[in-house]
């Protein structure tokens, strides 16, 4: 059992660039979350998801998109990298009613 | 908007020496606070969930309370190995999914 598993775990990106990050988690939660967290700033809810196919946008939405065509993946993507986007992004996930969330080892994300 | 704050920021403490983090939140009706440990580098912990006013959890040296305004994460006699930054979270009532995170304290033990 993996739980909750986030691809890459690092990546260096050029300003322009695109990419998209995998959270993949194996405990058929129904909620999934994504997070960017950086120094003095805690954890700021990138976008969120209740179901597949449904997501919502979270405090901090912009230059992101997300889609969960699956239920057990949430991709997050980049469609034009900025340097303002250089941090640590954690995916979360949570059944509902439960509201113990597990997240995943997070991906490091630096953009020169 | 719904909001949780953590104070102090950071917290150094002897070992042994016993203290508190505060953790005060504003949320419209809350399903559930969430108490989580993360050590540099990695994912946040799972430590305690509370549902209501009174309710009180504890694990090891750790005692989370909660009130109806605010959480407390009680720390006795501390060793080294329990330094690392203490997150919570609430979780508001079912139709507002959003988890949210106050920005921690990051606890030192001093050997």
């Known amino acids: 059992n993996a739980g909750v598993t986030q691809t890459p775990k690092f990546r260096v990106l050029k300003t322009g660039q695109s990419m998209t990050l995998l959270c993949a988690q194996d405990m058929n939660h129904e909620y999934m979350y994504w997070y960017r967290q950086d120094p003095g700033m805690g954890l700021r809810l990138i976008h969120y998801s209740v179901g597949e196919g449904t997501t919502a946008k979270g405090e901090v939405p912009d230059g992101y998109n997300v889609s969960r065509l699956k239920k057990q993946n949430f991709l997050l993507g980049l469609e034009s990298a900025a340097p303002s986007q250089t941090s640590v992004y954690f995916c979360?996930?949570?059944?509902?009613?439960?509201?113990?969330?597990?997240f995943g080892q997070g991906t490091r994300l630096t953009v020169v | 908007e719904d909001q949780v704050t953590q104070s102090p920021e950071a917290l150094r403490l002897q070992e042994g020496e016993s203290s508190s983090l505060n953790c005060s939140y504003t949320v419209s009706g809350l399903r559930g606070l969430f108490w989580y440990r993360q050590d540099p580098g990695k994912g946040p912990e799972f430590l305690f969930t509370l549902y209501s006013a009174g309710e009180e959890k504890e694990k090891e040296r750790l005692k989370a309370t909660l009130t109806k305004k605010e959480s407390f994460l009680h720390i006795t006699a501390p060793k080294p190995e329990d330094s690392a930054t203490y997150l919570c979270?609430?979780?508001?009532?079912?139709?507002?999914?959003?988890?949210?995170f106050g920005t921690g304290t990051r606890l030192t033990i001093i050997p």
């Open positions: 979270a609430a979780l508001p009532n079912f139709g507002n999914e959003k988890l949210t």
């Open positions: 979360a996930s949570i059944r509902r009613g439960a509201g113990q969330a597990f």
